[in-house]
């Protein structure tokens, strides 16, 4: 079993930054894959980034690559995502989600299908 707590949500403006952080406890060892997801009103979850827990890989919604970026700090058993440039289109219910489970294409780590543990999310709001 794995816990995940999302923080750092909030309200910006159009053109802000903001980091998202997710803190994840419990059987840290058996995870493969940490993603995040988000969801806005009216529409389904989609996936946004995710990172493997060992190695360098990263994978990202291609609408998103060079606006956000995805890291992990195995010591403190955190995930992050910094958001760059935001837009009004980004507010949403931001998801942490950590699998167990090994695939050897990084699209499958693109569906939430393949996710065992989620967090409760956090909102983030862009005003124009």
């Known amino acids: 079993q794995a816990q995940l707590v999302e923080s750092g949500g909030g309200m910006v403006q159009a053109g802000d930054s903001l980091r998202l952080s997710c803190t994840i406890s419990g059987r840290l060892f058996t995870l493969y894959v940490m993603g995040w997801f988000r969801q806005a009103p009216g529409k389904e979850r989609e996936f946004v980034a995710a990172?493997?827990?060992?190695?360098?890989?990263?994978f990202y919604a291609d609408s998103l690559k060079g606006r956000f970026t995805i890291a992990r700090d195995n010591a403190k058993n955190t995930v992050s995502l910094q958001m760059d440039s935001l837009k009004p289109e980004d507010t949403a219910t931001y998801y942490c989600a950590a699998t167990t489970r090994a695939y050897p294409s990084g699209n499958y780590y693109k569906v939430t299908r393949t996710y065992e543990y989620w967090g409760s999310g956090t909102q983030v709001t862009v005003s124009s």
């Open positions: 990172i493997k827990r060992v190695g360098n890989s990263t």
